[in-house]
C-alpha cells in the first residue's frame, strides 16, 4: 500500500430514485468503481443489477469498467 486515502460513496438506488435519474448519472460519470449490491435470492433484483451494470457502462462510455457484483442474504431459506 502506499498510504495514500481514497474516498468511499455509498448510494442507495432507491434513494436517488427520489431525486430522478440525473443524480444518478452525475454519480455514475465521477465514480472510479462500483460496487453493486443484489439480494441473491430475489431472481427481479438481479436483473435490475444487470441493468444498471449496463448503465454505468453507457454513461462512462466503456465496453469494461471496474466493478464488483456482491450478492446478499445467500443465507436465507426463501
Known amino acids: 500500500?502506499?498510504?495514500?486515502a481514497g474516498?468511499?460513496?455509498i448510494l442507495d438506488k432507491a434513494e436517488q430514485e427520489e431525486f430522478g435519474g440525473a443524480m444518478r448519472q452525475q454519480n455514475i460519470k465521477?465514480?472510479?468503481g462500483f460496487l453493486l449490491?443484489?439480494?441473491s435470492q430475489v431472481k427481479?433484483?438481479?436483473e435490475?443489477?444487470?441493468t444498471?451494470?449496463?448503465q454505468i457502462l453507457r454513461v462512462k462510455d466503456y465496453d469494461e469498467f471496474p466493478m464488483i457484483l456482491?450478492?446478499?442474504k445467500a443465507d436465507l431459506d426463501h
Not at 500500500?1 to 495514500?4: A, G, H, I, K
Request: no cysteine; charged share 25%.
Open 30 to 32: 465521477t465514480g472510479e
Open 1 to 4: 500500500t502506499d498510504n495514500t
Open 70 to 72: 456482491f450478492g446478499n
Open 7 to 9: 474516498w468511499l460513496d
Open 37 to 39: 449490491v443484489f439480494e
Open 48 to 50: 435490475k443489477i444487470y
Open 44 to 46: 427481479a433484483v438481479l
Open 52 to 54: 444498471f451494470q449496463r
